[in-house]
């Protein structure tokens, strides 16, 4: 079965930096379209990254310039290296595989605190 892994998540302060990973099983990880999304209290779940099976990427205009997507398909495994973090980016985030189907991780907390 599916199963997404997400970890790196922690406390950070402002202008620090994480790397997010999330480790893929039970799918053929290089067709699937790969994504973090984040998900702060009371706000709706927002989409930050996207890396397309070709390679293809866009980003969230609060994001772009700070946080850069990317992939290894020989480790099935999804990046997210975030920079220059804000307050404002504190969520749980969320991997997400969609090749037909999709499978979400169970996330991970970034808090960015001072």
């Known amino acids: 079965q599916a199963q997404l892994v997400e970890s790196g998540g922690g406390l950070v302060q402002p202008g620090g930096s994480l790397r997010l990973s999330c480790a893929a099983s039970?799918?053929?990880?290089?067709?699937?379209?790969m994504s973090w999304s984040r998900q702060a209290p009371g706000r709706e779940r927002e989409l930050v990254a996207t890396i397309t099976s070709d390679g293809r990427i866009n980003y969230t205009n609060s994001v772009k310039g700070r946080f850069t997507i990317s992939r290894d398909n020989a480790k099935n495994t999804v990046y997210l290296q975030m920079n220059s973090l804000q307050p404002e980016d504190t969520a749980v985030y969320y991997c997400?595989?969609?090749?037909?189907?999709?499978?979400w991780g169970q996330g991970t907390q970034v808090t960015v605190s001072s």
């Open positions: 997400k595989a969609y090749w037909g189907y999709t499978y």
């Open positions: 039970g799918i053929i990880f290089s067709r699937n379209t």
